[in-house]
């Protein structure tokens, strides 16, 4: 039984990390993600590329980048970045190292001796049909006093009032922070503004700031924060961001998705003007008799409302809804569906995927302390890479309605769950048996639409 998602973007094998560079050129759209072509482990990074005109069917392209340039500096890995389109080419924005210590891991992958034992570059290549790339530029990066040199990477481009912006990972020995600059020409930049809190982890990566609904988002990705298991996790903060007097007045961090892998997200804006982000759910080991290593959210378009971040998933996928269903049973045996339900708040209810006798992916509402559970003990099967960020994941709720609404999409070996419109987003990676694939509700179902989904 294959556990390869259909509607989750993964590799056509071998590990796969970040999302890289999304973007709409030339009437399609493309991913880009760190990728070794090696093995399913992390290492030997480069930039695996496809594309699609609907987020979900993607044809996997060569690779985009490869680590092959001393000169330019990315000879031992091209890391995170982003894309921007400029005079109808496509510019990727990405980081280049190498590494001054050298040494072969367990999976017989290169790393470094010591973890600061890198030469980070900022390095810009170009296309004009979206497909072949060439390496143009060393960026002219100043950086500021007392930074780590060997941890300034991701870096995200965009443009506001005819300048143009970029904002990089860093840290320093207070912590994790953010480097803001300003340029010009794209290639040299000028240190504009750091971004950073007290007490928010050792290193802040793929940072994004963009503009929703009147207010700044910054999304990024700090490490050593996490407090359930997983330590590393991705949030942003939402505010107000002056760019004369460079001042972000921003909320307390809240965290893009409730349960379990997600990290490194990046957003974009399509051609439809919606800011659509995708998110890496972690994996640190090709799930059991697959040959790859990773797998991509589906990709969900953000809005804010009532000072809060709101994420779907993109309507794209409801073309792939095959029919609609009216009970749960016509669902065994699938594991991919889009279901759609309203359920009472006045008692505790118990929504069960992945079903086999009672046990599978339990998501559980506590009516007393308004309170969500997501608990995937009966559904990992001996697999323990995915105990590494826990088992159960608590939500608190703000009960306003006397239902809660859900979004559910399952397929294959994960489930993403939205909550009341997108206002929490649960997902989780899962390893189920073949013969658990059913769906139970034990509580007031008020309203349902279930649609299998089929390519």
């Given at each position: ?400 309605e006397p239902s809660i609404e859900l979004r559910v999409i399952v397929d294959k070996c994960v489930a993403e769950i939205y909550i009341n419109n997108g206002e929490y987003v649960m997902s989780a990676v899962v390893n189920p ?23």
């Amino acid at each position: 039984m294959s556990k390869r998602p259909l509607f989750h973007f993964t590799p056509e094998k071998n590990w796969m990390n970040d999302p890289n560079g999304l973007s709409h050129f030339n009437g399609e759209y493309h991913i880009f993600y760190q990728h070794n072509p090696e093995n399913c482990y992390w290492g030997n990074m480069t930039w695996g590329h496809a594309k699609s005109k609907d987020l979900f069917a993607w044809e996997h392209l060569e690779h985009a980048l490869y680590p092959d340039s001393k000169e330019l500096g990315d000879i031992d890995g091209c890391f995170s970045g982003s894309a921007f389109v400029k005079d109808n080419e496509l510019h990727l924005f990405y980081t280049g190292v190498e590494m001054t210590t050298k040494r072969l891991n367990e999976f017989g992958n290169t790393i470094t001796v010591g973890d600061d034992d890198l030469i980070s570059t900022q390095i810009l290549a170009k296309s004009k049909d979206g497909i072949n790339f060439e390496k143009v530029a060393k960026l002219e990066v100043p950086i500021p006093e007392k930074t780590c040199t060997a941890h300034i990477r991701d870096p995200k481009v965009w443009e506001t009032d005819g300048k143009y912006y970029m904002v990089l990972g860093a840290k320093d020995q207070a912590g994790g922070k953010i480097l803001m600059y300003e340029s010009d020409d794209l290639k040299n930049w000028n240190i504009f503004t750091e971004l950073k809190e007290p007490n928010m982890g050792f290193m802040w990566e793929c940072p994004d700031l963009f503009e929703i609904g009147g207010k700044e988002v910054l999304v990024f990705s700090p490490q050593g924060i996490g407090t359930d298991g997983q330590v590393h996790i991705a949030g942003y903060y939402l505010g107000d961001f002056d760019y004369e007097k460079k001042e972000f007045i921003h909320s307390d961090l809240k965290r893009l998705d409730n349960g379990f892998e997600f990290y490194a997200p990046q957003s974009f804006l399509d051609e439809k003007g919606r800011r659509v982000l995708i998110g890496w759910l972690v994996n640190h080991a090709p799930l059991p008799g697959e040959n790859f290593t990773g797998i991509m959210t589906i990709p969900r378009e953000l809005n804010y409302k009532d000072g809060k971040l709101y994420q779907m998933p993109v309507k794209e996928i409801e073309k792939y809804r095959n029919k609609e269903l009216g009970e749960f049973s016509e669902l065994d045996n699938k594991n991919q569906y889009d279901l759609n339900l309203k359920i009472g708040t006045d008692k505790d209810f118990t929504l069960i995927l992945f079903e086999n006798n009672g046990v599978g992916l339990k998501l559980h509402f506590d009516f007393k302390e308004n309170k969500i559970i997501l608990d995937r003990s009966d559904i990992i099967n001996d697999f323990k890479v995915l105990e590494t960020f826990g088992l159960k994941r608590e939500l608190n709720l703000e009960i306003k309605e006397p239902s809660i609404e859900l979004r559910v999409i399952v397929d294959k070996c994960v489930a993403e769950i939205y909550i009341n419109n997108g206002e929490y987003v649960m997902s989780a990676v899962v390893n189920p048996k073949l013969n658990q694939n059913k769906v139970i509700l034990i509580g007031e179902i008020l309203e349902k639409n279930i649609y299998e989904l089929k390519r």
